[in-house]
């Protein structure tokens, strides 16, 4: 099931009545967790099982770390827990990816490897962390395991942010779950200002720039550099809305049942450094990789060759995460390069956009939209054609090609992209957010709805990160 289906929103209608019209927590948690079910076995109800199994691994897990003083014991059980979730990772992510990448090899000791034909699950880079970090928080002792399976297995499963984040740790949400939330008005308010949002970013914004996008990449060599450099910003904008629309949904549903989740962006097309892109791009999963990967690596306390080391390590295995292409891997090497170098040249700036701070955040966005190249294309050979039409082509006449024409539509969502991210350097970015009490909030809600229901797309387009 999705955001952005129909469907859904009958599913929400009932889960919101029949959620706060049960008094009972264990009630409520029990109907939660059987929606939450039910909302991914809308997608296809095989794959409920690894929830059940990773949910069932590191419940008794943790327990058993917590209750023993070896630390042998104590390094079998986390163990156990990284190659039950690291594998079916592995296994239903990276096979196919790992045996075409060792194929040289096997076939030089006379072996014929083969592919499988496996269904990514959705969603399962998600919650594979999350469970991951609840067990490796219990190990390091800054968290005591739950004794409820209830609330352990909801936590899992809890579908606003099951299928494409943020990523909750279970510091956060645990002891959210084992108390009875009340209901504000305000609180929900927020929550459904919140949710509408995110879907006009999804529909309005990213659906149609992914229009564009899908064109130009799916023909490259048919458009000039000046359509080619436009899909590369539009792609842009398509990701960010796409993302950060899931996110704000997903934020905003939680919220409306009760639930605080923790941001997931702050509009990181304001960066003017890598490292403060990184602060603001999903960041769950970026003090994730910090906090369960760069730090055990080492992260900066050894020498400037180590700290470097350990950024390209985390960053390529970030992107890795996002998917079995060699593609995802040198787009998270770009981003770690990029992180050596400012380390060595100490760029940045304020978000005050002085001379230097503009520059540097003129740097940040060549950076970031040459790394959305690869990020975009399906292979290398597509990623090359469009790096020779964006730099190469500008020079041979290959501009002569049509121009593609952007539907009005499209402008309008750039247009958009753009004003968004200018009004949120200013002092009105306050009224961004639809205060509960402010008089202009239901119209800008109607407004919204309105916008929804006559400009939406036609067709399904699913959300971009759950290929991830």
Not at 34 to 54: E, H, N, P, Q
Not at 222 to 249: K, N
């Amino acid at each position: 099931m999705n955001f952005a289906q129909a469907e859904f929103l009958v599913f929400l209608v009932v889960v919101l009545v029949m959620t706060w019209s049960l008094r009972s927590k264990r009630y409520r948690n029990t109907f939660l967790l059987v929606a939450s079910y039910y909302f991914y076995a809308y997608w296809d109800y095989r794959f409920c099982g690894l929830l059940l199994i990773s949910t069932a691994v590191d419940y008794w897990v943790a327990i058993a770390i917590h209750r023993t003083a070896s630390v042998r014991v104590r390094r079998w059980c986390l163990l156990v827990s990284l190659l039950v979730n690291l594998g079916m990772l592995g296994f239903f992510k990276y096979f196919n990816f790992f045996v075409d990448s060792a194929r040289p090899l096997i076939e030089s000791l006379g072996w014929d490897p083969t592919t499988l034909d496996i269904v990514l699950p959705v969603g399962i880079s998600f919650f594979t962390f999350q469970t991951l970090s609840y067990t490796i928080d219990v190990y390091r002792g800054k968290l005591k395991p739950t004794k409820s399976l209830l609330d352990f297995a909801l936590y899992v499963a809890f579908f606003p942010q099951l299928v494409a984040g943020p990523i909750v740790r279970a510091a956060n949400l645990l002891p959210q779950l084992d108390e009875l939330p009340g209901f504000s008005r305000r609180r929900f308010y927020g929550g459904f200002q919140q949710l509408l949002r995110g879907a006009v970013k999804k529909v309005l914004i990213a659906d149609r720039l992914g229009e564009t996008v899908d064109v130009v990449f799916g023909g490259v060599e048919l458009y000039s550099s000046v359509t080619v450099w436009i899909a590369v910003i539009a792609y842009a904008g398509q990701i960010y809305y796409d993302f950060s629309g899931y996110s704000d949904m997903a934020i905003g549903v939680a919220k409306m049942l009760g639930y605080r989740f923790p941001v997931n962006f702050r509009h990181p097309y304001l960066a003017t450094s890598m490292s403060d892109f990184w602060r603001r791009w999903h960041i769950t999963l970026s003090t994730w990789l910090r906090d369960y990967l760069y730090i055990p690596l080492g992260g900066s306390r050894g020498s400037s060759l180590a700290t470097n080391r350990n950024l390209l390590i985390t960053m390529a295995l970030g992107g890795l995460w996002h998917g079995a292409s060699l593609t995802f891997v040198l787009w998270g090497l770009w981003h770690g390069a990029a992180l050596v170098i400012q380390r060595a040249v100490r760029w940045g700036g304020s978000i005050a956009m002085s001379g230097r701070s503009f520059v540097s955040w003129l740097v940040v966005m060549f950076i970031v939209l040459m790394g959305w190249v690869l990020f975009r294309s399906p292979n290398l050979d597509v990623a090359l054609q469009v790096y020779d039409r964006m730099w190469l082509s500008m020079f041979d006449g290959s501009n002569q090609l049509r121009i593609l024409w952007l539907p009005p539509l499209t402008l309008l969502a750039i247009g958009l992209m753009v004003g968004e991210h200018l009004v949120w350097t200013t002092r009105f970015r306050r009224c961004m957010r639809l205060p509960f009490d402010a008089w202009y909030s239901p119209v800008a809600t109607a407004m919204m709805l309105w916008a929804l229901m006559l400009y939406a797309p036609r067709g399904f387009r699913p959300f971009v990160y759950f290929q991830f």
